[in-house]
């Protein structure tokens, strides 16, 4: 992977970073308390640019969701947050991602991944059983019996499958079914006290009492975590976040408080998109992101 970092715009972090509507960009609002953020962040692999100048910011301890039409970039945007995409040989990287103001790129990715975890869109429970599915992590950090009846029951109730499991935690978790499997892989996350959780469509596989659970499991970390989540559902987007960022063709369309985009979006293309419609787009140069309405 090579990376490359231009100079930070502006010394006031995202706000500063982010283009306005009299300058010609996305339609960004600015967010106080964040966590993370991204500022001209493009990647790309081989000759084809996924991600083209996205600046965001990342709301502590709240749920931001990322959607947008296949192929837009919400993936790599989401894998860049904890530098899955170093595992990628042709991956390009320029611009800054932070994390709590220390820079993502020149970070240990292990450590990094210890803070920032993943719940991908397939349940990988690995075969062995519920508690040591959910101690995984937390024993492969060296610690290996401190309170870890306290953190297994702690965790599996955060992702809200504890009534469910409560009495079979010696049992292999590849007996579960996918939803379950899908909670207990959260847990495994939480167990490790992450500061920030990245779910890729973890409700693409899952049938909707499965899914509804699993949005009750999302809800339920709101505030001691942030979450970050992909989705292609803009109602599951609409129910569970607390900001949403609607992206296009490698760029940020808009980004701010989920009903404030559904309710009033200052962008026709959002407007379009979370109604269910096509998006259109005025012509912009190759790079440029597109001019706010």
């Known amino acids: ?32 308390g964040n966590v993370m953020e991204t500022e001209v962040l493009r990647i790309s692999y081989g000759k084809r640019e996924v991600l083209k100048g996205v600046g965001i910011p990342i709301a502590k301890g709240k749920v931001t969701a990322i959607v947008g039409p296949s192929g837009c970039g919400k993936t790599t945007l989401l894998r860049s947050l904890n530098r899955l ?56 950090q060296g610690n290996r019996g401190t309170k870890h009846d306290e953190i297994v029951e702690s965790s599996l109730k955060k992702a809200v499958i504890w009534d469910e499991v409560k009495d079979r935690l010696g049992h292999s978790a590849l007996d579960l079914s996918g939803g379950q499997q899908q909670r207990v892989c959260i847990a495994r996350t939480l167990a490790v006290s992450p500061e920030v959780v990245l779910m890729d469509e973890p409700a693409g596989s899952l049938d909707p ?33 607390d900001f949403l960022l609607f ?26 998109y979370l109604a269910g419609g096509l998006v259109t787009l005025p012509d912009t140069a190759e790079g440029e992101a597109p001019t706010a309405a």
Not at 2 to 28: W, Y
Not at 109 to 136: A, C, E, H, T
């Open 1 to 32: 992977m090579s990376v490359a970092r231009p100079p930070v715009v502006g010394a006031g972090g995202t706000g500063d970073a982010q283009s306005t509507p009299e300058r010609g960009g996305p339609l960004v609002e600015t967010v106080t």
């Open 85 to 140: 995409t170093d595992l990628t040989s042709s991956c390009r990287v320029t611009g800054r991602i932070t994390l709590d103001g220390e820079d993502c790129i020149s970070m240990d990715p292990v450590l990094l991944r210890r803070r920032v975890g993943m719940v991908f869109q397939k349940p990988n429970p690995f075969p062995m059983s519920i508690r040591d599915n959910v101690l995984y992590g937390v024993q492969a």
């Open 247 to 272: 992206m296009y063709e490698g760029h940020v369309i808009e980004y701010g408080e989920t009903e404030r985009l559904f309710s009033d979006p200052r962008e026709a293309a959002t407007r379009d």
């Open 209 to 241: 009492r499965s899914t509804l659970l699993l949005e009750e499991s999302i809800a339920a970390m709101r505030g001691d975590y942030t979450v970050v989540i992909v989705t292609h559902d803009v109602g599951e987007a609409r129910r569970i976040s």
